[in-house]
């Protein structure tokens, strides 16, 4: 068996399954013959040969043993956060020495001055690119191709490196991720990072299945990433930290509407159980749906009453998906009304069995699966696919089955993923973090303009279900200049610039704290206190606050408190 190429094969298909009560004893009873990876915390990722699952299909597993697609939080000013200052104070001069920064994006240009020593060696430690077979694979993770630093310096000479090449095909993103947090600085382009110093380490992921993308029908081009890749993405970053006997600050650049938004999620979980340990520290993007009208909040107040939310939906679009929660002990059911009229009548809450559903009139076909305890979360799920939908205004009829609180929220998938042209009507523009973003211990940063000192329009808005303060703070994240491509610079905007400037101040704090025997024992749940005290805060409004967090990133300041 070449479980290698059946990781990235299109005929397998990827499940996530909970190996409990032990998971020495569930991998030998269950998975002896299977290819499979095991990342810790009691989970396994499990490779079928699509094959197993004919007949059955994706809808009769569990939400959450069905991997979750991620896309990138798309689109210096370090100056206002008090990085630069740290840099050139005599006794200080922190810039990220001895410290990892991990991307875990679609790659980098290895390549670009910004990565480079004044020698020409690389600043890159090691990289995985998941998507090339061409070298061998990282130790407990059996596919895609390491590459060491050794590697790349002799790689560095041939301009046509397929290896090279291959890590930086089509990855704008993670090499202006990298070059925010880590870059050189560059006097004659003007740009400067916050850890300058820090060793870089990057993987670069793998695009996620076609049977993925077609199930949640991610549209044509869009750029998808799935859990478990992610997962085992923060897995190798770690045991290259471990190997180096290096502190580490772990930036995940990519987000999801996918989930309860209460942080309880597969990767959340995993990223809380990495984000405590010591010489670990966690960053996430808040994401870019602030603005984007894709989440939509009600109240049923009795038995039976019901509540009607319309979406309008766009021409030419494939599908897409709609996650309804509530909070149990509530039960919610639906009826789906097409822009022309047809109607799926009050679909009864049968748990666990997609019904499917054709319309007369129309080239749609509705599939609406309930949970009525979600295993991870405990609340109500409804989970609704459309495919072909009537260009128009559909609208989905929510009833109270079982009334108590009678809150629920629905959200859509992510801008990247289903365009501008499906949206609610009447949306609430708050609760529009991203996961992992609502993940309870990794620090989450929105955007903000440094210049006019206003929020960045499609910043996402807390706070997670649940009250949980997020974001955490805001960070710039307007108009950027950062490395890209070819060796040069472009002006960036988006979450995952604020949350790219963050991670190289976390390397600062980092580097102070444990390197310089400040605060040896220094973990995520440090740091971020330290930067939430230390953060600006203006008189006019109040703290915590769904947009702002608990204020805008001043590192010096927490520093400064710290010192006096």
């Not at 998906?321 to 009826?335: A, C, H």
């Not at 989905?396 to 998938?413: A, K, M, Q």
Request: charge should be negative; hydrophobic fraction near 40%; aromatic fraction near 10%.
């Amino acid at each position: 068996m070449d479980c290698r190429q059946n990781i990235i094969s299109e005929i397998y298909v990827d499940f996530i399954e909970e190996a409990v009560p032990d998971v020495e004893e569930y991998i030998r009873k269950n998975l002896d013959g299977k290819c499979f990876i095991y990342p810790g915390i009691q989970i396994v990722f499990v490779y079928k040969s699509i094959n197993e699952i004919i007949g059955s299909g994706l809808s009769t597993y569990d939400y959450d043993e069905i991997p979750k697609l991620y896309g990138l939080m798309d689109a210096v000013a370090i100056e206002s956060t008090g990085a630069s200052r740290l840099q050139n104070i005599p006794g200080l001069q922190l810039k990220g020495n001895g410290i990892i920064i991990g991307i875990i994006d679609d790659g980098i240009d290895a390549y670009h001055s910004a990565f480079r020593f004044s020698n020409g060696d690389t600043r890159i430690l090691s990289a995985w690119n998941q998507e090339d077979q061409s070298l061998a694979p990282p130790d407990g993770l059996a596919y895609g191709s390491q590459i060491t630093r050794e590697l790349i310096n002799e790689e560095l000479s041939n301009p046509d490196s397929v290896i090279l090449n291959n890590l930086a095909n089509d990855s704008i993103h993670g090499t202006f991720t990298a070059g925010i947090a880590a870059g050189n600085i560059n006097l004659e382009q003007g740009f400067a990072s916050p850890a300058p110093q820090a060793d870089i380490v990057v993987v670069k992921l793998k695009q996620a299945k076609k049977y993925l993308k077609d199930y949640y029908f991610i549209r044509e081009g869009a750029k998808a990433y799935q859990e478990n890749d992610i997962i085992n993405a923060v897995v190798y970053i770690s045991n290259i930290a471990d190997m180096y006997n290096k502190p580490v600050i772990i930036c995940v650049q990519l987000g999801t509407n996918q989930g309860g938004h209460s942080g309880i999620s597969t990767l959340g979980t995993f990223l809380n159980s990495y984000a405590i340990r010591t010489g670990v520290a966690v960053v996430c993007p808040i994401g870019n749906e602030g603005n984007s009208r894709h989440h939509f909040s009600g109240r049923i107040t009795e038995a039976d009453a019901f509540e009607d939310v319309q979406i309008r939906v766009g021409a030419n679009i494939s599908g897409f998906t709609i996650e309804l929660w509530g909070r149990s002990p509530d039960i919610f059911e639906v009826e789906i009304i097409s822009p022309t009229g047809e109607r799926v009548k009050r679909v009864q809450a049968v748990s666990g069995q997609e019904q499917v559903f054709k319309l007369f009139l129309e080239r749609t076909v509705i599939y609406v699966k309930y949970e009525l305890v979600e295993r991870m979360t405990g609340e109500e799920l409804i989970q609704i696919r459309l495919e072909a939908p009537t260009e128009g205004v559909w609208t989905i009829r929510v009833y109270g089955e079982l009334v108590i609180s009678g809150t629920f929220n629905i959200w859509l998938p992510i801008t990247e993923f289903v365009g501008d042209d499906v949206y609610f009507l009447k949306p609430d523009p708050f609760t529009t973090l991203t996961s992992p973003a609502d993940s309870f211990i990794p620090i989450s940063v929105g955007a903000y303009n440094h210049s006019t000192a206003g929020l960045y329009i499609n910043s996402g808005r807390g706070y997670a279900i649940g009250t949980m303060m997020k974001p955490t703070f805001v960070a710039p994240g307007v108009n950027i200049l950062a490395p890209t491509l070819n060796n040069s610079y472009i002006r960036l905007s988006g979450t995952s610039i604020s949350a790219a400037i963050t991670a190289g101040v976390m390397a600062q704090f980092m580097e102070w704290g444990i390197l310089r025997g400040n605060r040896v024992n220094m973990n995520t749940i440090e740091i971020k206190n330290y930067l939430v005290r230390g953060a600006s805060r203006k008189p006019t409004l109040s703290y915590p606050n769904r947009e702002w967090g608990y204020g805008t990133l001043d590192v010096y300041n927490s520093i400064d408190i710290l010192r006096t």
